[in-house]
Structures are given as structure tokens and as C-alpha cells.
């Protein structure tokens, strides 16, 4: 079965940092460039970043950029996001997201819908 | 960055209905890379459509998704009890951004 499993979520001061980690299971983990999305309280989806199958290409947000990076262990099937700075407007549901197609050898792509999504941690950034 | 403005904000019809929802990007969506997903409360949401049309794998045939450019359509031929959940757009020929969704509830 394909499967995503966030983990790391929870309270933190403002300005203190936490990581956030989806473990993947049931496909080829490096052929598929992966995603973080979150989801505040109540509101609508909002991409926070994307990395290709090697690293070779990272996006992010302008909302997270400078303070949030993007990583991932091909070898240990993982996907990671360690976020800085954290404000309480970063509080919500983080998901991790698998893209659709096939994106290995030379496809350095962040274009893609996504296929497979987790069910989420959530972080909660409050004093 | 693309803003997606989706419309209506809610759609107010019952089991066995069509429902047509609207997503207008402010720019020329590239390769007409727009995705459709639905979201129930609680969970996780779900890819319908990818590429304007092309239904995901499993999704019945009762949606479908068509537009290019600007201006893209979801459209659920017959609501069934199942399908009301909030639906979102997304496009991913730039930096992925979402709409802000659309409601279908139950009239």
C-alpha cells in the first residue's frame, strides 16, 4: 500500500524552531519528486515547498522562504522540513504530498498534481 | 506567483443535480497544468482531475474537468450523497498555488 506518514507536529513558542519528517512507503521513493502543504485552522490549502527526486530542485513559499528548508533521505524512504522563525501564522496542518508522475535520471520538475497525500501533523505555534 | 479564484464560494444543490464549478487563474496557466481535488472533513485531500481533464485513478466518470488558458470548469454530472465536500483547484505549471475552494452542501 502507498503511504505517507507525517510525525514531528506540535506547541512551540514563537521563534523556536521544529522538523518535521513523512516517512514513505509502498513505491520508488527517489522517482518522485515530493511536496509539504498545510492547511491553517478552518482555511484552504497553501503549498509550502517542493523538492526534487535528488535535491537537484527546491521551491518554497515567499510566506516560508529564508526560514523553512526542505530535505530528503532517498535512503531512508524520508522527507523532512525544518522550520525557523516559526510565527503563529505557520500554525497548521502540515501534509506531505507525492507527486503524480514518474520524475527521475534527468527530470529535475516541481510541476506536477499531487497523487498521494498523509493525513497530516499538526504544529501550533503559540506562547 | 498564479492566483486562483475559485467560484461560487458555496453551492447550495441536491443528490442527483449537475454542479459546476468555476477556477480563474490571473495568468495563462502553462500546459494546462490544473488539478481538481475534493477534501472531507478530517481528512486528507483527494486528486480528481490532473491536466484540466484527465480523471485520477478510481474516480468515477461523473466528473470532469475541462478549460485552458485562464478559466477552468469541475463539473459533477449527478451529485451523489458522497460528493458533497469542499473542492479545491490547483495549478502547477509555475510555483503550485491552490484556490480557496468551493463548498458543495447538501439543499
Known amino acids: 500500500e502507498v503511504q505517507l506518514v507525517e510525525s514531528g507536529g506540535g506547541l512551540v513558542q514563537p521563534g523556536r524552531s521544529l522538523r518535521l519528517s513523512c516517512a514513505a512507503s509502498g513505491f520508488t521513493f527517489d522517482d518522485y519528486a515530493m511536496h509539504w502543504v498545510r492547511q491553517a485552522p478552518g482555511k484552504g490549502l497553501e503549498w509550502v515547498s517542493g523538492i526534487s527526486w535528488n535535491s537537484g530542485s527546491i521551491g518554497y513559499a515567499d510566506s516560508v522562504k529564508g526560514r523553512f528548508t526542505i530535505s530528503r533521505d532517498n535512503a531512508k524512504n524520508s522527507l523532512y522540513l525544518q522550520m525557523n522563525s516559526l510565527r503563529a501564522e505557520d500554525t497548521a496542518l502540515y501534509y506531505c504530498?507525492?507527486?503524480?508522475?514518474?520524475?527521475?535520471?534527468?527530470?529535475?520538475?516541481?510541476?506536477?498534481?499531487?497523487?498521494?497525500w498523509g493525513q497530516g501533523t499538526m504544529v501550533t505555534v503559540s506562547s | 506567483e498564479i492566483v486562483l479564484t475559485q467560484s461560487p464560494a458555496t453551492l447550495s444543490l441536491s443528490p442527483g443535480e449537475r454542479a459546476t464549478l468555476s477556477c480563474g487563474a490571473s495568468?495563462?496557466?502553462?500546459?494546462?497544468?490544473l488539478a481538481w481535488y475534493q477534501q472531507k472533513p478530517g481528512l486528507a485531500p483527494r486528486l480528481l482531475i490532473y491536466?484540466?481533464?484527465s480523471r485520477a485513478t478510481g474516480i468515477p466518470d461523473r466528473f470532469s474537468g475541462s478549460g485552458s488558458g485562464t478559466d477552468f470548469t469541475l463539473t459533477i454530472s449527478r451529485l451523489e450523497p458522497e460528493d458533497f465536500a469542499v473542492y479545491y483547484c490547483?495549478?502547477?505549471?509555475?510555483?503550485?498555488?491552490f484556490g480557496q475552494g468551493t463548498k458543495v452542501e447538501i439543499k
Open positions: 490547483q495549478q502547477y505549471g509555475s510555483s503550485p498555488s
Open positions: 491536466d484540466a481533464s
Open positions: 504530498a507525492k507527486d503524480l508522475r514518474y520524475c527521475g535520471g534527468d527530470c529535475y520538475s516541481l510541476s506536477d498534481a499531487f497523487d498521494i
Open positions: 495568468q495563462s496557466v502553462s500546459s494546462s497544468y
